[in-house]
């Protein structure tokens, strides 16, 4: 019987210890969503496609078979990051920065949901269902390739990048679609604190980057938004805001345009950059 006990916890500590190990701490995994300026908007040009560092992966969220690709594993982040149809976002040049100034035995991953035209709401696992049924069609199509529900998606993709690595950080852009809500900053801790519980994380050592919409400089729209935006590090401690000033802008003065989205996207790693460093340092 002892013999049994001893067997089973020997057992029970070999399991544990591979699956320890089998999570690769030099794989760094960033999880991203938000609306359209985060799925990307700007059409993809030739060297957006040229020269991606293998060390940069995606973790595709949809089935996507004209791009060869499968839900749930992992390529070389070749553009796009989103879904099958999307555009070059911020995530690319987040990603493509991060490894050019990282070890090079580390490696970066982005797992993508984003959905055009959605409020906050969309990704309260609570409320979500009930802004759906105010939702336009078109969105609803969009949303339909998420299985209905994009932070479940999200989640579920999170759980599966968390064998193979480490979730460092949360990248965010959305708000454009709640311009004027002075509520935004806490329905956005309401998702951050279901992503720390859900995926068992500890908010000291996940910050959340959260880009501007365009900006006043580039004629924004939604520009307005920013200074609810910028109050967003006094609902969440550990939360960075990026700023879009200069970054450009496409002819609806509402999304960025491929150069906007590079130069935001470096904004972001820069951050993330700063972070670990600052960390590191104490």
């Given at each position: 019987?002892?013999?049994?006990?001893?067997?089973?916890?020997?057992?029970?500590?070999?399991?544990t210890?591979?699956t320890?190990?089998?999570?690769?701490?030099?794989?760094?995994?960033?999880?991203?969503?938000?609306?359209?300026n985060?799925?990307g908007?700007?059409?993809?040009?030739?060297q957006?496609?040229?020269?991606v560092?293998g060390?940069?992966?995606?973790?595709?969220?949809?089935?996507?078979?004209?791009?060869?690709?499968?839900?749930g594993?992992?390529?070389?982040?070749?553009?796009?990051?989103?879904r099958?149809?999307?555009?070059?976002t911020?995530?690319?040049?987040?990603?493509?920065?991060?490894?050019?100034?990282?070890?090079?035995?580390?490696?970066?991953?982005?797992?993508?949901?984003?959905?055009g035209?959605?409020?906050?709401?969309?990704?309260?696992?609570e409320?979500y269902?009930?802004?759906?049924?105010?939702?336009?069609?078109?969105?609803?199509?969009?949303?339909?390739?998420?299985?209905?529900?994009?932070?479940?998606?999200?989640?579920?993709?999170?759980?599966i990048?968390?064998?193979?690595?480490?979730?460092?950080?949360?990248?965010?852009?959305?708000?454009?679609?709640?311009?004027?809500d002075?509520?935004?900053?806490?329905?956005v801790?309401?998702?951050?604190?279901?992503?720390?519980?859900?995926?068992?994380?500890?908010?000291?050592?996940?910050?959340?980057?959260?880009?501007?919409?365009?900006n006043?400089?580039q004629?924004?729209?939604c520009?307005?938004?920013?200074?609810?935006?910028?109050?967003?590090?006094?609902?969440?401690?550990?939360?960075?805001?990026?700023?879009?000033?200069?970054c450009?802008?496409?002819?609806?003065?509402?999304?960025?345009?491929?150069?906007?989205?590079?130069?935001?996207?470096?904004?972001?790693?820069?951050n993330?950059?700063?972070l670990?460093?600052?960390?590191?340092?104490?």
């Amino acid at each position: 019987m002892k013999n049994n006990i001893s067997l089973i916890m020997f057992a029970i500590l070999l399991f544990t210890a591979n699956t320890m190990f089998s999570q690769n701490p030099n794989f760094q995994i960033y999880l991203s969503f938000g609306q359209s300026n985060m799925e990307g908007n700007a059409k993809i040009e030739p060297q957006d496609t040229v020269e991606v560092d293998g060390r940069f992966q995606v973790l595709e969220t949809v089935n996507c078979p004209e791009l060869k690709r499968e839900k749930g594993k992992w390529y070389t982040a070749v553009p796009p990051l989103c879904r099958c149809k999307t555009g070059l976002t911020l995530t690319d040049y987040f990603g493509r920065t991060m490894v050019a100034n990282l070890p090079k035995n580390v490696k970066v991953g982005i797992i993508n949901v984003a959905v055009g035209g959605c409020k906050i709401e969309l990704f309260d696992k609570e409320k979500y269902e009930a802004y759906m049924t105010t939702a336009p069609d078109w969105m609803k199509g969009m949303v339909k390739e998420y299985d209905g529900n994009p932070y479940a998606r999200l989640v579920e993709m999170a759980k599966i990048a968390q064998k193979d690595g480490v979730i460092k950080g949360i990248l965010l852009h959305q708000g454009e679609s709640n311009t004027g809500d002075t509520l935004w900053t806490k329905k956005v801790k309401i998702v951050y604190d279901n992503l720390m519980k859900d995926l068992k994380l500890n908010p000291k050592n996940v910050p959340l980057l959260a880009g501007e919409t365009v900006n006043a400089d580039q004629g924004g729209i939604c520009a307005s938004m920013n200074t609810i935006i910028a109050a967003l590090p006094k609902t969440i401690p550990n939360s960075y805001v990026i700023s879009s000033s200069g970054c450009t802008v496409a002819k609806d003065n509402l999304h960025f345009d491929a150069a906007g989205y590079r130069e935001l996207g470096k904004r972001y790693a820069e951050n993330m950059l700063s972070l670990a460093k600052n960390k590191a340092s104490k």
